[in-house]
Structure formats: structure tokens, C-alpha cells
């Protein structure tokens, strides 16, 4: 570590704020992305958070390439309606570094990440080890949940799974929500190999529900060498909608109608699979009450705003898409049936765009353009990230699949959000999508907490 960082960390302490902490854990490593555990586990077993977890809370891990936010959103809901004090991360953020740190759904305080942070930091020095920010954190995260002395906790997979820090934490129970390709620099470009590497979540004897109907042969050889237990969903369980407030969900033991929730109900369907083949305690009541209360902003996330009507989903590859896509027809129908016709222009979507230049943003613009939608326009502006792309970059990609559509090109997404009101109607929907950093500087935008 060089001498400038080695003196800055004497300068933070338990008085130093948030912000600072997290500054300064951007820098003390040499990349942001650093896979692997062998420099992060010395770290956690001093802390004593892997044996915490081991011996005092049931340990439910979710990894998949789309539909972990929900899917853990679900199991902690579920889990903390029942009874159980329940600790909940998940990654990234949209608004505030404290959304990925929930005990018992309330955001820990300022005060509690930097007590972490400290004891964290300690900890890595007297190892003589440098973490990347999301070591860091994930540590503190987990440091808390311990300390906490919650029954539960529910972890939501950062990249990967095998060598993800999240995968230090052996599990009681295991979800994988799907595989498609994405993150190809870390996780490989085919199916096969980004499906062993989520596998690596998987432990000797415990039960897998896996929340897609194709599963790679990766997938299946781990699910036997570690004799887990699988439920697949269309196989093991499944689910039907009913009407627009209930659906139903069945496995081999019990049939249920339930509350309609305002997230996937596939992913409600793989969250309901995992509390219900654990061994806790999980009344009908519980759910009811669960699926009556989740929520997540940012999934599939309509809002009237502004006199404008808002579906945010932070869709960033092209399997995300389609599975947006695939909730957005039906939507799209029904808010057609609601808008009235006298005297207004047909109703459009606009769509209010960026994303991280790493992505697959040529895959995701062409799902998008080729979806039958009546999209007319495009706001594009680059968000404020480092691997952000550029907007020249994506109009550049744009006008490879749009001639009749105009494109809108901002400097800031806060002046793409102020330009979609202006150039929109009523009757329109805007459809904010590409990434968690588009929907966190929208909503930032629009002043929604």
C-alpha cells in the first residue's frame, strides 16, 4: 500500500462521515473488480463473521444474472413477517450506499456502516491485506448482520458466485434465479461456464431452487457432486396468474391462492420455494401478509409522477430485457384500455436511456427497438459513472436500429429527465431503463426517495 494511503486511513475514525469511508475505500486497492477469496477470507475470520453465520443464522444465498433484488426482497420480506429477525444486503444501490444494508427493512444508519467500516479496516491491516470496495463492504455488511444476532440472513450475489465475496458465507439454502450471458470479461462467454461459476454457491447436502426452466449441464454435474436437493421451477413448482390482485402457487405438497405482489411473480414464485423448503417456520399468514408489503424500487416499478406515467426497471443486458419486455406488452395494453380519446394525440412511449459502456448496449437497443412497441422518442445522456458510456456512443448504436425515432442527447440524465416531461403527454408511458445508475440519477432527478 503506498504511503498516501496508508496516512489516510489515520485520518478516519468513527467521526468521519459516510461519505469519506466509502471515498476512501474506492482507492485502497488496485482494481475495482478483484475476484477471488483467498485475500478476503484471513480478513472475515478474523472479524469472526463466517463462524457467526455458521453457528446462530439460517443462511439463504441468491445468485442468477437477472432478479436477485427481488427474489431476496421476497425471501426477507416473507422471513421477517414470520417472526424472524432478518438481515437483508444487497447489491448495487440506487440512491444511498445504506439501501444495500436492511435489518428487519429499515436502511442501517450512517453511524452503524462506519462502526463496521472501522472495525473492517483494523481488521485488513492487522492482516496486511488490501479489499476492493465491494469486499470492504460486503464484510461490513456481514459484520453488522452478526453483531445484530439475526436469525436469518438473506445474501444477494454480487458477480458470479463461486468467487464472489458473498460466497465466504457458506449457505443453509441456495437460489439461482436464471443464467444468461452477461459480465463475459469475468464470468466467461457461454452458458456453460457463467453457469459454473453461479453454481459455486452450492454446498455438500442442501437444497438448490433453481428459477429457470433450461438449465445448463454445468449447473446439473455441481447440483450432483454436492447431492444437493433441486426444485426447479415448471418441474417442482409453479405458478399461474388468476386477475390482477391474485395468483396462484403450487409444489408437490400445497397449492396456495395469494395476494398479487408488486414485483416478478417468477421471482416471488423461487422466493416462496426457498422459505417454504427451508426449515423455518413460515405461516400462511406470513405470506400473505409479505406479498401484501414487498416492494423494490426500481424492478418493474410504475409510478405517476410529475403528471407522467413511470414504469423504472433497471433492465441492463439483454436477458433483463426481455423478461421487462415481457411484463411491459401486458402493461402497455392495459394502460392503453385506461387513457380516453377525445381530443389527444395516440398514446407513445418514450424511452429515457443510458448505460454502463461495458454492457452489451447493441444487444439491449436492438431487443428494445424490435419489440413492437410504439416507442417515438429517445433521451440519452451518460450517467455519472466511471464506465459510463458516452451518449455520442450510444446514438452511435441507436441509429443503427431507429430511422423514423428521434434521439435526444443531454449532457446530464437530470436534463434527459426534465426534457421527457416536457416533450411528453399525459397518455404517454416513459420507460426508464439500461442500468441501477440511470434509475438512481432519474429518480434523484424527479426527487423521489
Known amino acids: 500500500m503506498s504511503d498516501s494511503l496508508a496516512s489516510s486511513t489515520h485520518n478516519l475514525n468513527d467521526q468521519s462521515s459516510l461519505t469519506e469511508w466509502l471515498d476512501y475505500m474506492q482507492q485502497i486497492h488496485v482494481s475495482a473488480i478483484d475476484m477471488g477469496l483467498s485475500r478476503v477470507l484471513p480478513v472475515a475470520e478474523l472479524l469472526g463473521v463466517v463462524q457467526s453465520a455458521k453457528d446462530d443464522a439460517y443462511v439463504f444465498t441468491v445468485a442468477g444474472t437477472n432478479g436477485k433484488g427481488s427474489t431476496t426482497a421476497v425471501i426477507a420480506q416473507v422471513c421477517q413477517a414470520a417472526g424472524y429477525k432478518t438481515a437483508l444486503y444487497q447489491s448495487p444501490h440506487l440512491s444511498m450506499f445504506n439501501e444495500r444494508v436492511r435489518i428487519n427493512g429499515e436502511m442501517v444508519s450512517d453511524q452503524t456502516l462506519i462502526d463496521a467500516f472501522n472495525k473492517v479496516e483494523a481488521a485488513r491491516l492487522a492482516c496486511d491485506l488490501t479489499l476492493s470496495f465491494f469486499e470492504m463492504t460486503t464484510l461490513a455488511a456481514l459484520l453488522i448482520f452478526a453483531e445484530a444476532d439475526c436469525d436469518v440472513w438473506v445474501l444477494e450475489v454480487g458477480l458470479g458466485g463461486r468467487l464472489d465475496v458473498v460466497n465466504i458465507i457458506d449457505p443453509d439454502m441456495a437460489v439461482i434465479t436464471n443464467i444468461g450471458i452477461d459480465h463475459v470479461d469475468w464470468l466467461g462467454d457461454n452458458i456453460e461456464d457463467i453457469g459454473a461459476e453461479k453454481a459455486g454457491i452450492l454446498r455438500q447436502d442442501i437444497a438448490l431452487v433453481y428459477g429457470s426452466d433450461q438449465m445448463p449441464t454445468s449447473v446439473q454435474q455441481a447440483i450432483d457432486k454436492h447431492k444437493a436437493t433441486c426444485y426447479q421451477i415448471g418441474q417442482d413448482f409453479s405458478y399461474r396468474e388468476l386477475d390482477s390482485k391474485t395468483w396462484q402457487y403450487s409444489n408437490a405438497a400445497i397449492t396456495m391462492q395469494l395476494p398479487r405482489p408488486a414485483l416478478s411473480l417468477t421471482n416471488t414464485a423461487n422466493a416462496l420455494s426457498a422459505v417454504l423448503a427451508s426449515p423455518l417456520n413460515i405461516e400462511m399468514a406470513a405470506l400473505e401478509q409479505a406479498l401484501q408489503t414487498v416492494k423494490l424500487a426500481g424492478r418493474f416499478d410504475y409510478r405517476e409522477v410529475k403528471a407522467r406515467h413511470w414504469l423504472f426497471d433497471v433492465a441492463h443486458n439483454e436477458h433483463g430485457v426481455m423478461f421487462l419486455l415481457k411484463q411491459l406488452l401486458p402493461l402497455w395494453q392495459q394502460h392503453l384500455a385506461h387513457q380516453t380519446t377525445d381530443n389527444q394525440a395516440p398514446a407513445t412511449i418514450k424511452i429515457l436511456f443510458s448505460m454502463l459502456g461495458d454492457k452489451d448496449i447493441d444487444k439491449v437497443v436492438q431487443c428494445l427497438t424490435e419489440s413492437g412497441l410504439p416507442i417515438s422518442d429517445w ?71
Open 379 to 449: 433521451f440519452i445522456a451518460e450517467i455519472d459513472y466511471p464506465r459510463a458510456a458516452s451518449a455520442e456512443q450510444l446514438r452511435s448504436i441507436l441509429t443503427n436500429y431507429v430511422d423514423d425515432v428521434q434521439i435526444h442527447e443531454f449532457n446530464r440524465l437530470s436534463a434527459a429527465t426534465d426534457a421527457v416531461i416536457s416533450a411528453s403527454q399525459p397518455q404517454d408511458l416513459i420507460v426508464v431503463c439500461g442500468s441501477f445508475h440511470t434509475i438512481g440519477e432519474a429518480l434523484s432527478a424527479l426527487k423521489i426517495s
